[in-house]
């Protein structure tokens, strides 16, 4: 019989409801649980972990390419040398014009000596490679032992047993100019730095005492074992002074800068001596400068007047000059430095301070950092990195790699450079370095005589400066350990090197 569309309706409804209920959803919630959002919050914790983790290891890796992997491959318990060692013959070291400068000698019996041609002339600069290496043999050491002869030629050694001829380490180092340095030092301990400021390549390194690289094996231990002995210190990058009137320098630097670049008002009667709160500073040997302006205060080097000068600036400023002039730094170069200090707190006494303004008390100097900073009085302020290596070559001349000039930073203005500049070169002119005065080129400088011990006495002489001045071309630096007075002994030695430079250049 058929329904009706009531009896139809409601067998539906019947059905419909004689069904199990579907659960019915569940409203989500803003945001999610509490546990839910403490899960994510651990996930997103662990995930920024990982994350910096990561970066810290490529960072790790990024550093060691650039500026550790040199030390780790060349220090001296890494298997790698051995093995290119025992395949190679170690390359040549080099100097500008291609004289050499150290060379592997081979003997009939094929025994191996390494031979320096000019003995003592360059021990430090360029070192030696048997116990340890130093100098360039270190810079340039997987250089050295790397050949880049060509493949037939290898694969020919090979067939043969025989050592393949490693590369050649190509200097900045000039022959004439080391020699000159050299004899000009004479029978003084101290060092000399000869370098080019608009690139920075060093073009003479000296330092005394020294030693013969060609018998380091036999004198190896006493020069170890005898604990007063710094023969092997290179002075010249490891040396710490007490730089004496070259602070002046940075004394005029900073002076300047807190005055607004003008020093026109200053002045100073010298009558030898100042005294200030009881404390005495004495200008060297007594000299009485009589009433002078900043400029002749710089120029006749008057110790009275830059202790004054000393006691007028603000110490915070001070001290931010010489960081700027690289002081308490290190100086990351290739090869080994010693870090320059400067010490004289903010809140120092006068004593302190006149000391320090003079360049005495305890601030140190590397003659490394002062040429740095004498280098980029002469190139408007720039310092460019210094550097030994100029290329590397195989053996039979083609050119391997080039290194080319980069700048290192800048830490002065033009102005303040140029400023520098001038009273540099009233000091030749009417100062300290008149034996610098009158010849077929123009030069500035600064002198020093740094005291070193209770006797007043003692001092070494410090030189600092550059020719011509118009256009500057060679720094020279120069400490004469005990020698005194700078003018009289450091500036003679500084017209030496530079007449030997320009007569190289057909300028003098």
Request: charged share 20%; proline share 3%.
């Amino acid at each position: 019989m058929p329904r009706s569309k009531k009896m139809i309706d409601e067998y539906e409804d019947d059905e419909l409801y004689d069904e199990e209920p579907l659960p019915a959803k569940k409203k989500k919630k803003h945001g999610g649980s509490g546990k839910d959002k403490h899960k994510n919050r651990e996930i997103w914790v662990v995930t920024y972990i990982f994350i910096f983790l990561m970066l810290a290891v490529i960072g790790h890796e990024i550093k060691f390419v650039y500026s550790d992997s040199e030390t780790a491959i060349n220090n001296s318990y890494n298997p790698r040398q051995e093995i290119l060692a025992q395949k190679n013959v170690r390359g040549s070291i080099l100097a500008d014009d291609g004289s050499v400068l150290a060379q592997t000698v081979r003997a009939g019996d094929g025994t191996e000596k390494r031979v320096y041609p000019y003995s003592n002339l360059f021990a430090h600069v360029v070192g030696f490679s048997t116990k340890g290496k130093t100098g360039i043999e270190y810079l340039g050491n997987m250089n050295m032992l790397t050949s880049n002869a060509s493949l037939s030629e290898k694969i020919q050694k090979e067939i043969s047993a025989e050592k393949a001829i490693g590369d050649n380490v190509v200097t900045t180092l000039n022959v004439d100019l080391q020699k000159v340095a050299y004899e000009a030092l004479g029978v003084y301990d101290g060092a000399i730095i000869v370098s080019e400021p608009s690139t920075g390549k060093i073009l003479a390194m000296v330092s005394k005492p020294d030693f013969d690289p060609n018998s380091i094996v036999e004198t190896w231990d006493s020069l170890v074992n005898d604990s007063s002995s710094s023969v092997l210190l290179n002075r010249a990058t490891q040396g710490l002074y007490p730089p004496g009137s070259t602070f002046k320098m940075i004394t005029s630097l900073a002076y300047y800068r807190q005055n607004g670049g003008d020093v026109s008002d200053y002045h100073f009667n010298c009558n030898g001596s100042f005294t200030y709160n009881g404390d005495r500073i004495n200008c060297y040997h007594g000299s009485s400068h009589g009433s002078i302006d900043f400029a002749t205060s710089f120029a006749k080097s008057c110790n009275s007047s830059f202790a004054n000068i000393g006691l007028s600036l603000d110490l915070e400023g001070l001290e931010e000059t010489c960081e700027d002039l690289m002081f308490n730094e290190d100086l990351n170069l290739k090869f080994t430095t010693a870090q320059s200090k400067y010490v004289l707190g903010t809140s120092a006494g006068s004593y302190d301070i006149m000391q320090t303004s003079i360049g005495q008390g305890k601030t140190q100097i590397t003659p490394l950092l002062l040429n740095m900073i004498t280098c980029a009085i002469a190139n408007e302020g720039t310092v460019e990195t210094p550097y030994l290596i100029d290329r590397i070559e195989s053996y039979n001349g083609n050119t391997v790699k080039t290194f080319s000039p980069q700048e290192y930073k800048t830490i002065m203005t033009k102005d303040e450079a140029e400023f520098l500049k001038e009273m540099m070169t009233g000091v030749v002119e009417r100062g300290t370095a008149s034996k610098l005065k009158g010849l077929s080129y123009t030069a500035a400088g600064k002198t020093g005589s740094a005291e070193y011990s209770e006797v007043k006495t003692d001092s070494h002489a410090w030189f600092t400066g550059f020719a011509p001045v118009d256009d500057p071309q060679v720094c020279v630096t120069i400490i004469v350990e005990g020698a005194g007075s700078g003018g009289e002994y450091a500036v003679p030695m500084a017209k030496r090197i530079f007449d030997t430079y320009f007569q190289s250049k057909g300028l003098n």
